[in-house]
């Protein structure tokens, strides 16, 4: 990974006139400005389409595009919609995400696109359904009697659907047609927009990091299609659940309730699953970031049925082997090893192994003493240093309330001033620091405060709503960001 850096801006926080940022019009004035600010990568989180809980690392499939990202304008010029049928829409936009407005307004309206575009894309749809057979033909049943059973999770629906009898498949494949197709055009239209959007920022220079969660969601058409490669009863429950164990953040851990792999299982296959994920994701992706990368060390297993994370164990992963595996199926990826939290010697030894670049908060650096490894001194090349991710504060938000010790640390070490501002000062020690590749958060670029916070870990509603406002990416934001970016080396090809 050659010098560089990025703007961390999910999809989601473009702004427009729709509810919820897309792939249309914003997406590629932003891969402008980023040029215009003399950044090589542009981080977004996960693509998928998302659940319960709105999280981009809870989602329906492991390979489906969210719905919601489709640009309707595209769909207008293409003749599927009308100008009056975008109006409900646009009467639910707001500066924040309403996730449960966008459930109601926008899928009649892709629905309507549907209807015109099954017979006029009928070619291409066939193609792409083709091409991506090994995927959608279960994710869009899925979802077709997910709906049909009133959005009820798998492990409620009817047993012989939820065993998938495979006389159960063919009736409901008959019975759902047309809801089948539906969903097979949505992600048609999705991944066309996407890619259309790829080769435009790839094209003026610029890469995508795109982040991959190491579990798939319990209520998902791969835990629905795939029960062998995880950890489930005879029943299709989960034995065990995913999480991380209790620490200085959280008294009882973190209970994300994933189910998890039978890495047995996975070894016997040649981890065959986990290489169609990840030569799906290099298409999706210039450069993969690993979420919870050190799970693949060891995992935190807790037993089904807890209330919190509290009393779970940790269990060996399956370590290099998977990487080793996927690098001859594949060759050489460009990855980013999330490799945050509890980490022991093992996991910097298999992290090191890998030779993936793990991460560097800055965030985390001014709580102990000159040892601490996120300090920008104690960082080293192959590595990737932020300012903050999208489960921190903003920068504004963390001196709000952090000791006021690690706040006289921070302000000593960065030589912060309120005439350059807080923010800026913190990005400086970030772009200035030997990492090979340094990242902000877009909110913190504009100095914004814990109201825009992206995610707050372990609190259910609430996140992943904060939208970027018209009109703030000017000429001025972006020569302030070039001068700074040439400065420490960061723009040189």
Request: aromatic share 14%; charged share 25%; with cysteine.
């Amino acid at each position: 990974m050659k010098r560089g850096s990025g703007i961390l801006m999910h999809i989601s926080s473009l702004p427009g006139k729709y509810g919820i940022g897309t792939l249309g019009k914003s997406a590629y004035l932003f891969a402008d400005f980023l040029k215009q600010s003399g950044q090589k990568y542009w981080q977004i989180l996960p693509l998928g389409h998302t659940g319960y809980g709105d999280s981009p690392y809870q989602c329906f499939s492991a390979y489906a595009g969210n719905p919601y990202f489709i640009d309707l304008d595209r769909l207008k010029d293409e003749g599927l919609l009308e100008e009056e049928d975008l109006v409900p829409l646009q009467e639910a936009s707001s500066e924040r995400v309403d996730f449960e407005k966008l459930f109601y307004t926008k899928y009649p309206v892709l629905r309507k696109a549907y209807e015109k575009g099954k017979d006029k894309f009928k070619g291409e749809i066939g193609n792409f359904r083709s091409q991506n057979r090994h995927w959608l033909e279960d994710y869009s049943l899925y979802m077709a009697v997910k709906e049909a059973m009133n959005n009820k999770s798998w492990v409620e629906w009817d047993e012989p659907i939820k065993q998938r009898y495979p006389e159960a498949l063919r009736a409901y494949r008959t019975k759902l047609k047309e809801k089948i197709d539906f969903w097979v055009f949505i992600q048609y239209e999705f991944y066309k927009q996407w890619q259309e959007l790829k080769e435009y920022v790839n094209g003026i220079g610029i890469k995508i990091i795109g982040d991959l969660p190491i579990y798939i969601a319990a209520d998902s058409s791969d835990a629905w299609a795939y029960p062998e490669i995880f950890q489930l009863n005879e029943k299709r429950m989960p034995i065990v659940v995913a999480g991380c164990p209790p620490d200085a953040f959280t008294e009882d851990g973190q209970l994300w309730g994933n189910p998890i792999y039978d890495w047995d299982y996975l070894e016997r296959t040649g981890y065959k699953w986990w290489i169609k994920r990840m030569e799906a994701s290099l298409k999706l992706y210039d450069v993969i970031r690993i979420d919870h990368f050190r799970g693949f060390e060891s995992y935190w297993a807790v037993p089904y049925g807890e209330d919190t994370a509290r009393y779970g164990k940790w269990i060996k992963g399956p370590g290099i082997k998977l990487f080793n595996a996927l690098k001859i199926a594949l060759g050489n990826m460009d990855i980013i090893a999330e490799d945050l939290g509890f980490l022991t010697q093992e996991v910097l030894d298999f992290r090191e192994e890998t030779g993936y670049p793990g991460m560097k908060v800055l965030q985390f650096a001014f709580d102990s003493d000159e040892e601490n490894a996120y300090l920008p001194h104690n960082c080293i090349k192959n590595s990737v240093i932020y300012t903050g991710t999208h489960d921190n504060s903003t920068i504004k938000g963390w001196f709000k309330d952090i000791e006021k010790e690690v706040g006289e640390h921070a302000r000593s070490y960065l030589k912060l001033d309120h005439e350059e501002g807080y923010n800026w000062g913190f990005i400086r020690g970030a772009w200035s620091s030997v990492s090979d590749l340094a990242v902000t958060q877009m909110q913190d670029i504009l100095g914004l405060d814990d109201t825009a916070r992206m995610n707050k870990p372990g609190i259910l509603g609430g996140n992943w709503k904060w939208r970027m406002k018209e009109g703030v990416l000017t000429d001025e934001l972006a020569q302030h960001i070039y001068s700074m970016t040439k400065l420490y080396g960061r723009n040189l090809s």
